[in-house]
């Protein structure tokens, strides 16, 4: 009995310095091999998981330019089904996204890439007059330009998040799989010393009488519980991290509420907007109405009425689609993290419900408290699978129903497109280049100065247009491609649940068919385990190049939105300059 506790003990000592060892060596190599891939492509087949994780309000510019993905043909023609928060998988772990298309029809040439400032509005100016259809289009433009600053802020403010988020989560998540991972080496490497060593012969002195036999040197309790302690710090140490992330989007979600971009009070704020943008535009109607212009001032008057019309329809449409994507990306957030936090506490459970096994069993060869411990793995290994699908359905469905409450809400909001929009505008240049205006050269230079505006208005509305379209294609995809490698996981993790439940069920006493069982569930559950440690490191460390690359570029969102900031105060200096910017 001495010699089977000193070989235990060293078994021990080998196991843990071998588990340890076989991490080190993973991590360094996958590190390695991280560090030197070939540069990333940025194009518009790229993860867009990594335009998700972005803080926009952190990003900074020293010269803002908005650039957007080349599009080029349809848009996507069907207005495809909002997207965001897909990605939030990608990484293990929910990200921020506010994925939304828009509904196209048509091949648009239009410029997707906007350099700031619009050399367009350069030497631009409105001249104040007394003409009551001119004081109404200047006020009408001021109130749109309001109702875009919301949007961007709304946009901004309600897809917020901890710049640090990806690296906590890899640290988490690494842990785990590595700790798991050791552990589970440990039973592999005991078992299969046993199993090479094989059945000795033995003299047994017992009485006073000696007689040989041969046994099979089973793993001691001592290994087993080593196994499972290894485990268990870094499963742990992950479910903290969840609970973290969990809390810190409740306490955003707080702080979203001082602010007043939360999704209850813009959208009240953005009704009023409409209300007030309504009104003005029916008022200009009526002014035109009742003028006493020539037909040809008046087609002019109206063709520019139609393009703010699409003005407002845009804007509206956007908020539309920024209230429902907050909406989503939040119920999705929040249903994976409490999916994966249940996956991993139902993990931590199986291993303690495996220790408590190895304590109390009560004959040499025979596991009776490994049933408990697969029966929860089994449970585990199905929550790896569910939690993207249980997080992306649960935020269609409470996104199906947002956008059905806002469409009403937001009463007489018609969908428009970017192509539409510059039909609208090219139709209005038309008119007033081919007829001029017969008021006098400083309206027409006021008509002219507008037209500069609506432009690269219609250039913006297209730019965002393709970008969320490339994110929802991207979002997809990351979706899809994360789904393998959880796919392998769950298999691996129900053969290594499969293996615990027979081991408990008491019908195993052949000390050669338990060490077989044991391999059969460890030895797929170790190589899983290894490739989620590499594909985790792979996956942050791909978004963190992406970023960096995008930052170069100043394609970052946040750096989007504040070049987009600046070119509404650049065009509100040639409607009114000095006015004030709200919000």
């Known amino acids: ?125 409105v001249t104040e007059t007394n003409d009551p259809v001119e004081r109404n289009t200047r006020d009408l433009i001021l109130k749109i330009f309001e109702f875009e600053r919301l949007n961007t802020y709304f946009r901004i403010e309600s897809t917020k998040q901890s710049k640090w988020r990806k690296w906590r989560t890899l640290i988490a998540e690494e842990a785990a799989a590595i700790g798991v991972a050791a552990g589970t080496l440990i039973a592999i490497e005991q078992t299969g010393r046993a199993l090479h060593t094989g059945y000795k012969l033995h003299a047994i002195t017992y009485k006073g009488q000696t007689q040989l036999t041969t046994y099979l040197r ?93 003005l407002r329809d845009t804007v509206v449409q956007e908020y539309i689609n920024y209230y429902v994507g907050a909406r989503r990306q939040r119920c999705f957030q929040n249903m994976f993290y409490m999916a994966d936090l249940a996956e991993k506490v139902t993990g931590v459970l199986s291993l303690q419900a495996g220790l408590e096994g190895v304590r109390r069993q009560e004959i040499a060869g025979r596991l009776k408290g490994q049933q408990n411990f697969g029966v929860l793995q089994l449970c585990s290994a199905a929550l790896v699978e569910l939690t993207p699908f249980m997080a992306k359905y649960y935020s269609n469905w409470r996104g199906h129903i947002s956008k059905k409450f ?70 997809n995809k990351a979706f899809w491609d994360n789904m393998k490698v959880r796919t392998v996981a769950c298999a691996a993790k129900t053969t290594y649940g499969i293996s615990g439940v027979l081991l408990g069920d008491g019908r195993q006493t052949n000390p050669r068919n338990i060490m077989e069982l044991i391999l059969m569930g460890t030895i797929p559950y170790e190589a899983a385990l290894d490739l989620s440690v590499y594909d985790k490191a792979h996956t942050t460390f791909k978004i963190d190049k992406k970023e960096k690359n995008l930052r170069a570029k100043n394609e970052l969102p946040g750096q989007i939105y504040k070049a987009r900031l600046e070119r509404l105060d650049q065009a509100q200096n040639v409607i009114a300059p000095g006015t004030a910017r709200t919000p």
């Not at 970017?418 to 205006?437: I, P, T, V």
């Open 1 to 125: 009995m001495q010699e089977l506790k000193l070989w235990q003990k060293a078994g021990l000592t080998r196991a843990l310095a071998l588990g340890t060892a076989f991490s080190i060596v993973l991590q360094m190599t996958s590190c390695y091999a991280i560090a030197n891939a070939n540069p990333l492509n940025t194009d518009e087949q790229s993860n867009s998981s990594v335009i998700a994780s972005i803080d926009p309000a952190t990003t900074d510019a020293s010269q803002p330019t908005l650039r957007f993905p080349q599009a080029t043909g349809n848009l996507n023609g069907t207005g495809a089904k909002d997207n965001d928060g897909v990605a939030l998988a990608a990484a293990g772990a929910p990200v921020t996204t506010t994925t939304t298309t828009t509904s196209t029809t048509a091949p648009v040439s239009g410029n997707t890439s906007i350099s700031y400032p619009s050399p367009l509005l350069n030497g631009q100016v």
């Open 218 to 310: 089973l793993p001691g309790k001592l290994v087993l519980e080593h196994a499972y302690i290894t485990a268990l710090p870094g499963v742990w140490f992950a479910v903290g991290q969840q609970l973290f992330e969990l809390g810190q989007n409740y306490l955003s979600d707080w702080n979203i509420r001082k602010k007043g971009f939360d999704p209850k009070t813009t959208r009240i704020k953005a009704k009023q907007l409409q209300d007030q943008i309504d009104g003005m535009l029916s008022e200009r109607s009526r002014l035109i109405s009742s003028s006493g212009v020539s037909q040809s001032e008046k087609d002019i008057e109206m063709g520019e009425q139609k393009v703010l019309q699409d």
């Open 406 to 475: 806002i469409d009403k809400y937001m009463a007489n909001s018609p969908s428009i497109n970017a192509e539409a929009f510059d039909a609208d505008r090219k139709h209005l240049q038309d008119l007033y280049l081919n007829a001029g205006s017969g008021r006098g050269q400083s309206l027409l230079n006021n008509l002219m100065a507008r037209d500069a505006i609506y432009k690269t208005e219609g250039e913006t509305f297209y730019a965002l247009q393709a970008m969320r379209n490339r994110e929802t294609r991207e979002t």
